[in-house]
């Protein structure tokens, strides 16, 4: 059972391919319990760029909005709940508690959340955790899986893609 798993993404198009990979690995556990994964990395890392490909790779036709202001966006992609969340501008974790997140975290559903540090105490741990680094010639991608869930994951992802 893999635990971390990293590949380089030499651009944008392998990022978004990253995304519609991650989708596919954990849409089908999402929908029967609730999956969190955090999303960090530095300002301009990608993190925003991989949930909005994600939600776009599941057939999603609308604006994918950063949800910077408003904290929080959901989706409902084929009968289940993708919740996507931006704490960087969240001072208090308390802030949270008025978004509902303590029921929402606890159905089924994908919670993505970016800054997840600026939630402790309000949100569960992760099952996995996206990290994106600048590196030269694009950006590195470190998962690692913290549950039996985010195992099943990483396993589904299947090989990295390496270079490209
Ligand atoms: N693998 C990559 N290599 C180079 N640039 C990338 C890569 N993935 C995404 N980008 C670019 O980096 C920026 C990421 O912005 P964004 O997704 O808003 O970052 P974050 O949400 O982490 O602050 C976008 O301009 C996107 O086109
Ligand atoms: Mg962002």
Request: hydrophobic share 40%; proline share 6%; charged share 20%.
């Amino acid at each position: 059972m893999n635990a971390t798993w990293r590949t380089h993404l030499a651009n944008e198009a392998a990022t978004k391919r990253l995304a519609a990979g991650l989708a596919s690995a954990c849409m089908g556990l999402a929908s029967i319990r609730p999956l969190m994964i955090f999303l960090e990395g530095d300002l301009g890392a990608g993190k925003t760029t991989l949930v909005r490909a994600l939600v776009k790779s599941r057939g999603y036709r609308g604006r994918v909005k950063s949800p910077t202001y408003t904290l929080i966006e959901s989706y409902t992609l084929g009968g289940t709940q993708v919740h996507h969340l931006d704490l960087y501008r969240v001072a208090d974790a308390e802030e949270l508690a008025y978004l509902g997140i303590r029921e929402l975290v606890s159905e089924p559903g994908l919670c993505l959340v970016e800054w997840p540090q600026r939630g402790v105490g309000l949100l569960p741990a992760p099952d996995l955790r996206v990290l994106l680094t600048y590196v030269p010639g694009g950006r590195e991608a470190d998962v690692a899986a913290f549950t039996p869930a985010g195992c099943a994951v990483l396993d589904a992802l299947g090989q990295p893609t390496g270079p490209d």
